[in-house]
């Protein structure tokens, strides 16, 4: 199947209609709690992450209150969240850096994001367009599996399958858009075994194993 300009139109008209409503599932009350949500969220469910952040955010939701720990501290705070030695390290890292360039604040300008440890352009995007409205779109590993999938936007790295969707989503739904494809691929488009029978973008979508069946 050719995907054309008028399928790509369609696969997102679709994916709105039953998307619309859908929202960010990580629990967050400032720019930092919200940054430091997303960077545990790596290789762990958002369920797991507001499970650990539950505990974490009442006594350290700040970078003040952050650096206060040691490196093994924070480890022992997060270690049910996976990668929890790394992740603690950037964490940790990134506090330090907030109070010393920053005054405390997380900066809003990417490029500033992005020269914080541990943070990345999908979570640069993530705050950006969540906290502040800004528009973005962050490719996880749900929003590169199905945008590849689709035909929506082909790309072998996270950066070309972001410039790809730049180029074929108005930018007045990038915020909305990232959303929509995180949930069809936890919903439906699964990474091990995609539940093409049940997929409403199947007769539209080049990788549907229900339109290989009839061929």
């Known amino acids: 199947m050719r995907v054309t300009k008028a399928i790509k139109k369609e696969q997102l008209r679709r994916l709105q209609e039953v998307y619309r409503d859908a929202r960010p599932a990580l629990h967050y009350t400032s720019p930092f709690t ?13 369920e797991r992450v507001n499970v650990v952040t539950a505990r974490l955010f009442p006594r350290l939701d700040t970078p003040e209150k952050m650096v206060q720990l040691t490196q093994s501290e924070l480890e022992g705070e ?27 604040e997380v900066p809003e300008e990417f490029d500033e994001l992005i020269k914080l440890p541990g943070v990345g352009r999908k979570t640069a995007n993530v705050v950006r367009s969540v906290y502040w409205g800004y528009p973005g779109i962050a490719v996880d590993t749900h ?6 999938r689709l035909g929506l936007a082909k790309g072998s790295t996270p ?4 410039m790809g969707l730049q180029k074929v989503i108005p930018i007045k739904d990038w915020g909305h858009a990232h959303h929509w494809l995180i949930w069809h691929g936890r ?10 029978e049940k997929c409403f973008l199947s007769d539209i979508c080049p990788s549907s ?7």
Not at 93 to 104: C, Q, T
Not at 143 to 148: E, L, M, P, W
Not at 159 to 162: A, I, M, N, P, R
Request: charged content about 20%; aromatic content about 4%.
């Open 143 to 148: 929003v590169f599996r199905v945008s590849n």
């Open 187 to 196: 919903k439906i488009c699964h990474a091990r075994k995609p539940e093409c």
């Open 78 to 104: 997060i270690h049910d969240c996976g990668l929890f030695r790394s992740k603690a390290k950037h964490i940790l890292a990134m506090s330090h850096m907030l109070i010393e360039n920053y005054g405390g």
């Open 34 to 46: 919200l940054l430091v949500a997303t960077i545990l969220s790596a290789q762990c469910t958002d």
């Open 159 to 162: 950066l070309e399958v972001e």
């Open 209 to 215: 194993t229900v339109q290989h069946s009839k061929k």
